[in-house]
């Protein structure tokens, strides 16, 4: 291999200059061409090297500072305010009215107050548009919840029941005592994992399987409101049906009451909706109403239109033809882009072919000289 380097006459144009070895007859030590675009790429090592993982601990922890999106919740107009005011004064106060005489003393027939309920007062007349609020949720929610305590707090009570080696009560509620962290967790928990589980989630009714459980640390004497320690099925019963179920409804019906009175400013509804949301399929039937009833609008508007809406389809139709000529003219240019580009390589390739044969005719004639 030989590097030719001669004299450049009548370059091309818009042709790079570069050195171009040819094979000849003259063993002569081979040279890296000139060009680092010809020479060849030496062999390199991945150097690229993986991110490294972030520690999981960090991770956990950055989370705390919180992703900074989310819902703000909207000030409600002061009448909405007004609303919940007096729908949560209604239904706590009359409950209360219901526990307790008139002359402050507990009424020990009924037990209609729970403090869960100030939890659903404020759910159910402050948040009339959340799933947390309605009627199913609120009701099979504390109903889920309730059952839930009294079984857990029954199996605690006949457990020791069974330990206890004196019947006196006093003796019971210190066991109870011991054992109600343990039962007031399960009760908690359990009631959570069944309420999403059945898609009744309502938060006031974990309080109030925490309410059920906390009976086993209370007496007839300590405290009226959980008078039924020990429980029996009777008892278990009737706590589910009052207050409870009572309760839940005195607390729906002012929520009707109360919740649909609307102004000028507000357009309050209450239920969002009763057992479960409008179906899938009703939906697409009202959508396709939706979208006949606005092609009959549209079709009432352009037969009133009449010529101008004959004119704004025809401007429609050239602005479209409009764009498939652009479109074609680019695709022209660019067609004709690519094929000069096309003949300049080939001139470029002919003028070096011609190049290398001027170069071998010259050695040759050297070598021819060197041997004479």
Not at 47 to 53: A, E, F, R, S, V
Not at 322 to 345: F, G, P, Y
Request: glycine share 6%; charged share 20%; hydrophobic share 35%.
């Amino acid at each position: 291999m030989a590097q030719a380097i001669l004299p450049l006459h009548q370059t091309p144009t818009h042709t790079t200059l570069v050195n171009i070895p040819c094979q000849t007859s003259i063993s002569q030590p081979s040279s890296t061409p000139s060009n680092p675009k010809h020479a060849p790429s030496p062999t390199t090592t991945d150097t690229t090297m993986t991110k490294p993982k972030p520690n999981a601990v960090i991770t956990y922890f950055k989370k705390w500072k919180g992703s900074g999106t989310g819902l703000y919740p909207p000030a409600p107009p002061l009448p909405s305010i007004l609303y919940a005011w007096l729908a949560s004064f209604i239904a706590i106060a009359s409950l209360a009215a219901l526990q307790y005489d008139t002359d402050g003393e507990h009424n020990d027939t009924v037990t209609m107050l729970i403090p869960s309920f100030g939890a659903t007062a404020a759910l159910v007349y402050g948040c009339l548009d959340s799933p947390l609020s309605t009627p199913r949720n609120v009701f099979f929610g504390h109903l889920i919840s309730a059952a839930t305590g009294l079984v857990c707090t029954g199996i605690a009570q006949a457990i020791l029941h069974a330990s206890s080696s004196s019947p006196d009560p006093m003796h019971m509620v210190e066991l109870g005592r011991e054992w109600v962290w343990l039962v007031a967790g399960l009760s908690v928990s359990t009631s959570i994992a069944l309420m999403l589980a059945t898609r009744t989630m309502h938060p006031p009714g974990g309080a109030t399987a925490c309410v059920v459980a906390l009976t086993l640390t209370s007496t007839p004497s300590a405290s009226k409101t959980f008078s039924n320690w020990p429980w029996t099925v009777g008892k278990a019963f009737l706590f589910l049906a009052c207050p409870v179920i009572t309760g839940i409804l005195i607390q729906l019906f002012v929520g009707l009451l109360v919740n649909n009175i609307s102004t000028k400013r507000t357009n309050r509804r209450y239920p969002p909706y009763w057992l479960c949301p409008k179906k899938k399929g009703e939906d697409k039937v009202v959508l396709a109403d939706k979208k006949a009833e606005g092609r009959d609008e549209e079709e009432r508007v352009g037969a009133g239109a009449g010529m101008g809406g004959l004119l704004a389809q025809a401007g429609r139709t050239a602005s479209q033809q409009r764009d498939v000529s652009t479109s074609s003219s680019e695709t022209e240019r660019d067609q004709e882009k690519d094929d000069m580009e096309v003949h300049e390589e080939a001139q470029t390739a002919e003028y070096w072919r011609r190049r290398c044969e001027d170069a071998e005719r010259r050695l040759e004639e050297l070598e021819r000289r060197l041997s004479e």
